[in-house]
């Protein structure tokens, strides 16, 4: 159901997902590179823009004991999972059973299409209310605060190995000399699911709920995977590449290159986070904390962009099944006094991040103030 413009009107603090007022920029490097000075629309107000030097020491969890079934690796780095997701919802995991030319062929592959035509990206672009396809700055969504990256968002149906959807993508939307790319990106999203479900064994074990209540809530789950291509900016100090903001999806697993520029706000500050080729970024998602009645953090993060380099990030958003309802396990509500958050679904979540709300760092919050309520009056 969409939401009416009076709707919107009547909720101020929506800001509507789409909320062009004037014509649209298109987001074409050869070009801006040429200008002297940064359009305005991609500038961020200052509080969004400040940092520090101080590294997070986050977790960097081994792996290979858990994945082994060895019981007390498994303790071990369940505690040390939990011990993140209490504090601020992130952490790195090595040992991950991930093939290192899997990881390093998305990354060729990722190149593969940035590099294409900007005409021919265009080709692909995301249609309004969609998280499908090509962005550029998300400039055909919004009109300021534009993040200086281009994206590439399809998505990847759980539990079938023959599920042609990613391949298909890819030839349907860049011609048949990207059959390679779908399949590629067909055994990367494959490598995520197996890796993303293992972590939610974690999550269940460290919360105390029965071990495999995550793993069976999400196996029939269509994730999202998202390129994320960061070009060299010349102001890099006045824009982000992503702004600030908690990911409304369930778990993210992020593989980003050497360059640096994600940065995690723990400890009320801004942590710049250490590349590390070997590991794989994990942060929580909104749909999670829920999931969790609160008791675990929707990590906020932002990325920088830096005048010398490209950076680049494989991001694996894990979603349910759309109509799936979300709520805790019963044993979790029972040990603990109340609901935090109402039952919802990751649909109707995700509709209002695409068509009424530009997920930040209060999209949950407003999604249960503002949408579910009118929701449910019809
Ligand atoms: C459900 C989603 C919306 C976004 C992609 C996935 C999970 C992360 C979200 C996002 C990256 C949060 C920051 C703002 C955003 C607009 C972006 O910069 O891309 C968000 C994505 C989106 O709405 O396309
Ligand atoms: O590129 C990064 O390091 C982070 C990107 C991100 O947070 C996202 O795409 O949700
Ligand atoms: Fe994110």
């Given at each position: 159901m969409d939401l009416s413009v009076s709707d919107l009107l009547l909720c101020p603090q929506l800001n509507p997902a789409?909320?062009?007022?004037?014509e649209i920029l298109v987001f074409d490097i050869s070009i801006l590179h040429k200008q002297a000075n940064m359009p305005t629309q991609f500038l961020w107000p200052h509080q969004d823009l400040v940092g520090s030097q101080d590294e997070l020491r986050e977790p960097v969890i081994n792996l290979e004991g858990f994945l082994k079934g060895d019981k007390e690796a498994t303790v071990a780095a369940a505690h040390l999972v939990g011990a993140a997701c209490i504090n601020h919802g992130f952490f790195q995991v090595i040992?991950?059973?991930?093939?290192v030319d899997l990881i390093r062929a998305a990354h060729e592959h990722l190149d593969f299409i940035f590099n294409l035509p900007l005409a021919k990206k265009l080709d692909a672009r995301r249609e309004p209310g969609s998280v499908y396809g090509y962005s550029g700055a998300h400039a055909h969504r919004f009109s300021?605060?534009?993040?200086?990256k281009e994206t590439l968002s399809f998505v990847y149906n759980h539990g079938n190995s023959h599920d042609l959807a990613v391949p298909n993508y890819f030839t349907s939307s860049f011609?048949?000399?990207f059959q390679e790319t779908g399949l590629v990106y067909q055994k990367y999203c494959e490598a995520m699911e197996k890796l993303s479900l293992a972590i939610l064994e974690l999550l269940a074990i460290s919360l105390g709920v029965e071990r495999s209540h995550y793993r069976k809530f999400f196996e029939d789950g269509s994730s999202l995977m998202r390129c994320n291509f960061y070009p060299p900016c010349k102001e890099p100090g006045l824009t982000l590449g992503t702004g600030p903001h908690c990911d409304p999806t369930s778990l993210t697993i992020l593989h980003q290159d050497q360059v640096g520029g994600l940065e995690v706000f723990a400890n009320n500050q801004w942590r710049p986070i250490r590349p590390r080729p070997d590991a794989f970024v994990i942060n929580l998602g909104d749909t999670f904390m829920a999931l969790s009645n609160g008791r675990y953090k929707s990590c906020l993060h932002r990325a920088l962009v830096n005048k010398e380099s490209v950076r680049r990030s494989l991001a694996f958003f894990l979603c349910p099944k759309q109509d799936k309802v979300v709520r805790p396990p019963q044993d979790l509500i029972d040990r603990e006094e109340q609901r935090k958050y109402p039952d919802f679904t990751w649909s109707d979540l995700q509709e209002f991040t695409q068509k009424h709300y530009r997920a930040d760092v209060a999209t949950l919050q407003s999604f249960i103030h503002y949408f579910l309520p009118t929701k449910r009056c019809n």
């Open positions: 789409n909320d062009l007022k004037n040992k991950h059973g991930v093939d300021s605060k534009l993040p200086w011609g048949k000399e």
